[in-house]
């Protein structure tokens, strides 16, 4: 199993606040990492230095490690667009943009500077197919994607990321606006997703991280408590304030 992403003494600031202390992680290949906590942990602002969304913070200082296909992400030389287009997110509610179902999955490849219609539409088709809406939204890719029910608007942020081949896939709480029935849809497309993609997901759903994950970090205060697989940490943590979180203690 190779190493994605390493997480070293990762430190992060907000002004005088301390957000991340010193915190560790590893990121498997083609494995899903989910990271669980109480509010106000730092799980989401973790989640957000391995693409450096947090560069757009004011006033934010992070020291520390983060290794990338071997590389430090915040080394010299470092294109953050080039980043965020091989680890990409997926945010809490659903955020497609105001265009046409088509347009949203396209919106990237055009960015990126494809011009090819016939290979544009062969990738639109793609996406939606591994997002598993192509079957629904076919003979609809020019209705307003604002149109769409909430899970499948969060399937279609989900298929415009893939149309531009990311590595990793990053996701804030995906589920967290989302019904039941629709909350399992979005999981057992991620099961399938981590068949290509590697998966790092924020949720405060411990029975979620359970059915889903294959590692999981335990967060407090800005610190990594427990990092471990999944099935170790719910039934059998090292941490004592694991366990309490585990079990309803805490938190």
């Not at 980043?83 to 955020?95: D, T």
């Not at 990738?123 to 149109?147: F, G, H, M, T, Y």
């Amino acid at each position: 199993m190779s190493t994605v992403i390493r997480v070293e003494n990762l430190d992060l600031f907000y002004g005088d606040f301390h957000a991340l202390k010193k915190v560790p992680m590893e990121v498997l290949a083609r494995h899903i990492t989910a990271l669980i906590g109480p509010s106000g942990c730092g799980k989401s602002t973790l989640l957000r230095t391995l693409n450096r969304m947090n560069d757009l913070v004011p006033g934010v200082k992070i020291t520390g490690s983060i290794l990338f296909d071997g590389k430090e992400i915040y080394g010299l030389g470092i294109d953050v667009c080039t980043l965020r287009k091989r680890i990409g997110m997926v945010f809490q509610r659903p955020n497609p943009f105001p265009l046409s179902v088509y347009d949203n999955v396209a919106f990237g490849l055009r960015v990126d500077g494809r011009s090819s219609r016939r290979q544009i539409e062969d990738i639109v088709e793609q996406s939606l197919k591994r997002a598993w809406l192509w079957e629904p939204l076919k003979d609809r890719l020019n209705d307003s994607a604002l149109s769409l029910p909430l899970d499948q608007q969060q399937r279609l942020c989900i298929a415009r990321l893939l149309a531009v081949e990311p590595e990793v896939i990053l996701m804030d709480e995906p589920c967290s606006a989302l019904d039941p029935i629709s909350t399992s849809k979005i999981e057992e497309l991620m099961l399938e997703l981590k068949k290509d993609y590697t998966i790092v997901i924020v949720t405060h759903n411990m029975q979620q991280a359970a059915r889903i994950s294959d590692y999981s970090g335990y967060m407090l205060l800005g610190e990594m408590i427990e990092f471990d697989a999944t099935d170790k940490i719910f039934t059998n943590p090292r941490e004592g304030r694991t366990q309490d979180y585990i079990s309803g203690r805490y938190g």
